[in-house]
């Protein structure tokens, strides 16, 4: 295959092409991400938030254990501040403040999980298509669009009725439409890397195409794909809660927070508050916070691409 | 101009053809299929005669041809469930989800826009930065959690309107019982101010520091002036596309908001077909909800192209 012409090349401004970079160099840039985003206060404050959380759904049911799996229904809907329930019984006499232990859990570990799936296959998707270009581009990106026209619920209800819920198919069927965007961008930097000095050395010198793709293009996209698998996560959690919303996540009496509004929904009329804000606030606040930190890793890495 | 509207129809059209194709197959993959319709009970004979009957015993090819061809022709079967057409539920179900959307989505532009110019003249000041955190807060709030509050708040608490969507068969039913209106109207503008607010103020500080605000500002222009008199055109540009590219982001909002209040719209049908499995329903929705998306996308850059020159020549 003949090597594309380069317009979108960077003209030379006596700066060290990035290809020549010795070892050290690139770790020290590393450094200065990291140096960066450390200044951010707001990114700091939600990443020991998400710690916090974290340790609160997975520690926390060692220190305030409840029974999460039998119904007990002669402590239903109990008031918060209800001797032994702090935050109140739900409509099925779950402790709530076990249940929002549990509840994120899950959606901490399914939003993840789909967002790393999500990224991996977007990414690996994105850059073979990019770099090959051609019909197979072609193709590629218009079922991408094609999918990406189905409004995001819709798509998502779509899948959801065609599998059993449980905790893998959830995060396949969340990864599944998160992957479209991921593809995209990273498309767009495979497009721009293909070009690159560096990649035209690799190959004259008999770096086969999937080896180009995996051991340049991926790893010079690195930066677009971390800030991008953030937000993944956020966008991931909200998917998720809104599929269990609708009831088509998790069979009790398994859940996450959107199947815990779910279940507060049935009483909404009876005022029990207590089942709507927890797990409401708490998926708000994981989203804004991983929002903020996608935020402060943009502009870290920003820095760096300035500083290059 | 002309060749460019035709190369963005043909695209479109070839991205409608991907979905119908991709929603296709995917529905194929219904677990159960027929036995799922017809329950635990049915006879191998009686599952048998309502495949043939669906024509879901011949390859998937010709399957897709068959309802393409009758799609075409504005036959999309029949719901399996209800005892109706899917186009007719739809043309019964479309207008109001239009009306919900139509009507939440002016409010927000117009909200969006006179917050975005607020922020963007206090850009940088306690006002703004404290207006940027709630929208991101509200950005970040899942549609459901959003209508689930103002329920708590305007229906359960203060009585002031009702949780339930109005019932209505027709249009004018809808705004007959226009109280109950409001807070689905109210739930979709306020997820969607947050983001329309927050472009509008990134392009209203763009143009306030360009070459040509400056020049009206160096001709004695007041500030009032400048804002509404050169920068608020320049604004509107970008949020013409933006409304554009919204649409899918709406229709699923507009989905959410109306199970969580009744409302009798396309998403709600979409929604109970999915916890039905009612497959034909599933697929009409998808493919109209998407052509609709798609025109809305072509549309914008159409009139993109018609407000500001530089695009057409330059793609």
């Known amino acids: 295959m003949i090597v594309p012409e380069r317009p979108g090349a960077e003209p030379h401004d006596g700066a060290v092409p990035e290809s020549y970079a010795s070892a050290p160099q690139r770790g020290r840039r590393w450094i200065a991400v990291v140096g960066v985003f450390a200044q951010n206060r707001l990114a700091l404050v939600s990443a020991a938030f998400l710690v916090l959380f974290a340790l609160f759904c997975f520690i926390g049911p060692l220190v305030h254990s409840t029974d999460q799996v039998h119904t007990n229904l002669s402590i239903v809907n109990l008031q918060p501040g209800s001797p032994g329930h702090v935050l109140g019984t739900d409509g099925q006499g779950y402790d709530q403040l076990g249940r929002l232990m549990i509840g994120g859990q899950t959606s901490l570990e399914v939003g993840v999980a789909a967002a790393l799936l999500a990224t991996l296959v977007g990414a690996l998707v994105g850059a073979f298509s990019g770099f090959f270009g051609g019909v197979a581009d072609g193709v590629i990106m218009r079922c991408v669009d094609g999918m990406l026209a189905i409004p995001t619920v819709f798509l998502l209800l779509l899948l959801a009725a065609i599998v059993t819920p449980t905790k893998t198919t959830l995060v396949v069927i969340v990864a599944l439409i998160s992957w479209l965007v991921t593809a995209r961008l990273v498309r767009g930097e495979a497009l721009m890397l293909r070009t690159r000095d560096y990649v035209a050395a690799a190959r004259s010198m008999g770096s086969t195409s999937p080896r180009t793709v995996l051991r340049h293009i991926v790893p010079n996209s690195l930066s677009v794909i971390v800030v991008n698998a953030t937000f993944q996560v956020a966008d991931a959690i909200l998917v998720l809660a809104t599929l269990s919303y609708l009831g088509l996540g998790l069979a009790p009496p398994q859940t996450d927070l959107g199947g815990m509004l779910n279940d507060g929904m049935n009483y909404v009329y009876n005022g029990t508050w207590w089942l709507i804000w927890p797990p409401g606030v708490a998926i708000v606040a994981i989203v804004v916070a991983f929002n903020f930190i996608g935020d402060g890793m943009r502009d870290a890495f920003e820095v760096r691409l300035q500083r290059r | ?315």
């Open chain 2, 1 to 315: 101009m002309i060749g460019y509207i035709a190369r963005r129809v043909v695209q479109a059209v070839l991205v409608v053809f991907v979905v119908t194709v991709v929603v296709f197959i995917l529905l194929h993959q219904l677990p159960g299929g027929v036995r799922s319709m017809l329950g635990k009970t049915a006879t191998p004979q009686q599952v048998a005669q309502l495949t043939q009957q669906l024509g879901l015993d011949k390859p998937i090819p010709v399957q897709y041809g068959k309802w393409l061809g009758g799609f075409l022709q504005g036959n999309m079967g029949y719901s399996i469930t209800q005892n109706q057409s899917v186009a007719s539920l739809i043309a019964e179900r479309l207008p109001k989800t239009l009306v919900l959307t139509g009507l939440s989505l002016a409010i927000a532009v117009l909200l969006a826009i006179v917050l975005g110019l607020l922020q963007a003249v206090w850009r940088n000041k306690a006002v703004d930065y404290v207006m940027t955190f709630v929208a991101f807060v509200f950005y970040a709030t899942p549609t459901f959690f959003m209508g689930l509050i103002l329920v708590l708040l305007f229906a359960v608490k203060w009585h002031l309107f009702p949780a339930q969507a109005p019932q209505a068969t027709s249009i004018g039913g809808l705004f007959a019982a226009g109280s109950g209106l409001v807070l689905p109207v109210a739930t979709l503008v306020l997820v969607s101010v947050a983001l329309f607010s927050r472009y509008v103020r990134a392009s209203a500080v763009d143009e306030l520091t360009e070459d040509y605000a400056r020049t009206a500002r160096a001709k004695g222009a007041g500030e009032t002036r400048v804002l509404f008199g050169h920068v608020l055109r320049n604004v509107l540009i970008p949020v013409v596309t933006l409304l554009g590219l919204s649409l899918p982001w709406v229709f699923s909002g507009a989905l959410v908001v109306e199970s969580v209040f009744n409302y009798p719209g396309m998403g709600l049908l979409f929604w109970q077909a999915a916890v039905q499995h009612d497959y034909p329903i599933l697929l009409g929705v998808t493919v109209i909800i998407s052509v609709a998306t798609v025109i809305g996308s072509v549309l914008a850059d159409i009139t993109y192209a018609v407000l500001d020159p530089r695009v057409r020549y330059s793609s």
